[in-house]
């Protein structure tokens, strides 16, 4: 799919041909990257105890940091632990991510009870909703049920347009955007079911930093606030970094990108691995922790080139912008 004059427009960051050799399938994988039984049986195990460690170090470094923010009383702690929040609300966003397919937990009713009521809750996000909506965006990526298209399409784009949409992610514009349903969904009974939960949680939160802090005011500053800021931000250099400029096809390589990981990358803004997301686009049914073991299959088979890979997420964005 490629430009149109009634529809978004796409495909203006795909590589080039010769960048997509055809050398599937192999005697590991089949003809669209994922692996053949014997390989991706291993694969697909799911550490639970591990994810379990993994969610309850997440809390204890947001407890953390809201300790150490009130124990230095500084207007720079409270700075810091406001940018801070931000790549915290990646990270339950991702295990949320994790949760909402089903790969958090093998017991399915633990990880529908963490993914809703200790991830995607405490992210402001109706769990049952996303599962849905991410759903039809792995059934079909840049379909018609495709549900983020526009944080995907139109790129590269105009460096003032670009600037324009961080802005509004870093000024609270698209925040509010985000937040301002779930008020509205209280006004009546559908939507309360859905947004009463998510809101009840957040007065739970709420009341525990009032408490733990005697600040009443640190949640609507550092808990809400990067939500409605930083985040923002974050997550739309991810998203664009996952499918920007690509477009409807078969071959996953014209979908999603592949970004090289670098530490200070999984720590703002793809935590927990979701950097291998072409991984996860060719077999969405393995966890986060062997995501990286399925790329080296997909390099190992030739399908991923050199060519293909963009060198770091900084590169990335600036080849958002058209020249």
């Not at 495909?11 to 055809?22: K, R, T």
Request: net charge positive; aromatic share 12%.
């Amino acid at each position: 799919m490629t430009a149109t004059t009634t529809g978004p427009r796409l495909g203006g960051m795909v590589a080039p041909a010769e960048a997509l050799p055809d050398v599937l399938p192999t005697d590991r994988l089949n003809e669209t990257g994922k692996p053949l039984p014997e390989v991706r049986e291993p694969l697909r195990r799911i550490a639970s105890w591990r994810n379990a460690l993994t969610v309850a170090s997440l809390w204890a470094t947001i407890v953390a940091l809201f300790g150490l923010a009130t124990w230095v009383h500084h207007p720079l702690g409270y700075a810091v632990l406001f940018v801070l929040m931000g790549p915290m609300f990646a990270r339950l966003a991702i295990l949320g991510h994790e949760a909402a397919h089903r790969l958090l937990f093998r017991d399915r009713r633990a990880n529908d009870l963490v993914g809703r009521w200790l991830l995607d809750a405490p992210a402001f996000v109706p769990f049952d909703i996303y599962r849905r909506s991410h759903f039809a965006h792995h059934r079909e990526e840049f379909g018609d049920a495709e549900p983020d298209l526009a944080y995907y399409a139109g790129y590269p784009m105009a460096r003032d347009s670009f600037r324009r949409k961080l802005v509004r992610d870093a000024v609270g514009i698209s925040g509010w955007k985000n937040f301002r349903p779930l008020l509205r969904a209280l006004r009546n009974a559908p939507g309360r079911k859905v947004a009463g939960p998510i809101l009840g949680v957040q007065l739970v939160i709420w009341a525990a930093i009032w408490a733990g802090t005697g600040r009443w005011w640190l949640y609507p500053l550092c808990w809400w606030g990067p939500w409605m800021t930083v985040w923002r931000v974050l997550n739309r250099l991810r998203s664009i970094a996952e499918h920007g400029g690509m477009e409807a096809s078969k071959d996953r390589r014209r979908t999603t990108h592949h970004v090289r990981q670098t530490w200070a990358a999984r720590f703002w803004v793809v935590p927990y691995r979701t950097g291998w997301h072409l991984a996860h686009h060719v077999d969405m049914g393995i966890p986060w922790r062997n995501l990286p073991a399925l790329h080296r299959e997909l390099v190992d088979a030739g399908w991923v080139t050199d060519a293909y890979v963009h060198r770091s997420y900084t590169a990335f964005w600036r080849s958002c912008i058209a020249r």
